[in-house]
């Protein structure tokens, strides 16, 4: 009986010491672990065309991708993570001009794309929120890449989506790859 509840704690305390993406915090830091976690199950060399983090009160961060990591094969897969789980929800096939690379119409995250950077974006959003327009904890309703469909990295852009804590009207930022505001929109 002891050996099983001294294996039982032990359990316990590895699992919850790992990093759970779900409760990771809308900022900086909190969105590099979110990289991480992409890097993890995907690969450091991975591409994308599409990646949204959602937040939702009662199960935190979850996170929805297209991703492959052999462009060339024009086929991507769709995938959700939620609740400390990875589900494929579909299989893509692309289909891109004659004469150019899938490649080019794909981003990797690292330097020019980096989730810490869009971290950021929510922080400052969420700065700029309480000061304009007087709310208090805004809280994050969505963040994502936008890639363009012509493959021109800068034409990409971030975008945060804020709510207030109790809900309400939603604000939308736009912000160009390097960061200066585009817009806000609500």
Do not use: H
Not at 41 to 49: H, L, Q
């Amino acid at each position: 009986m002891k050996t099983q509840l001294v294996i039982l704690m032990i359990a316990i305390t590895l699992v919850s010491c790992g990093e759970n993406t779900a409760k990771l915090p809308a900022n900086a830091d909190g969105f590099a672990g979110i990289e991480k976690e992409l890097k993890s199950e995907f690969g450091d060399s991975a591409y994308y065309t599409e990646l949204t983090i959602i937040y939702n009160e009662s199960i935190g961060n979850s996170i929805s991708t297209t991703v492959t990591d052999a462009p060339e094969s024009l086929k991507m897969g769709q995938w959700t993570y939620s609740l400390g789980n990875w589900n494929q929800t579909s299989e893509v096939t692309l289909e891109i001009p004659e004469g150019t690379k899938a490649a080019d119409f794909m981003f990797q995250l690292g330097e020019k794309i980096s989730l810490g950077k869009l971290g950021e974006l929510v922080e400052k959003s969420s700065e700029q929120l309480k000061a304009e327009k007087d709310i208090e904890n805004p809280r994050l309703e969505m963040a994502f890449v936008k890639y363009p469909k012509n493959g021109d990295v800068s034409d990409a852009q971030y975008i945060v989506k804020l709510q207030p804590e109790n809900g309400g009207t939603s604000f939308t930022f736009s912000y160009k790859i390097d960061g200066s505001l585009i817009e806000m929109d609500y």
